[in-house]
């Protein structure tokens, strides 16, 4: 799942996909590019994951990465909002395929 939230507002993109790589990421950058508008310029706190520091990202021109210091995950603010869905939401659970883990993330996520 790749998310962003507003902190001031709540409002939220997310993306389920099933892996992580540098092509859905720049898919993600774009929903969110749209979402916000051409006249609204944000900054995307992210981790140094392969997929953040790939040469191959496009960056939209209406937002700016803040990258956080190598291994401090406990930086970023979405973490504890994924830590929150793994307990509350997405734990301790079978799913019976594909359909039903990616029905389960969208639900968890709305929630």
């Given at each position: 799942m790749y998310g962003a939230v507003n902190?001031?507002?709540?409002?939220?993109?997310?993306?389920?996909?099933?892996?992580?790589n540098t092509?859905?990421?720049n898919q993600h950058l774009r929903m969110i590019?749209?979402?916000?508008?051409?006249?609204v310029h944000m900054v995307l706190v992210m981790d140094r994951a392969g997929w953040h520091m790939s040469?191959?990202?496009?960056v939209p021109e209406n937002i700016t990465l803040l990258h956080l210091p190598p291994?401090?995950?406990?930086?970023?603010?979405?973490e504890r909002l994924w830590a929150w869905l793994k307990s509350q939401q997405l734990s301790n659970r079978v799913y019976t395929d594909y359909d039903d883990l990616l029905n389960s993330g969208?639900?968890?996520w709305n929630t």
């Open positions: 902190p001031c507002n709540g409002d939220s993109v997310a993306l389920l996909a099933p892996t992580v092509f859905v990421m590019s749209e979402h916000v508008g051409p006249d040469k191959g990202l496009r291994y401090s995950p406990e930086l970023n603010p979405i969208c639900e968890a």
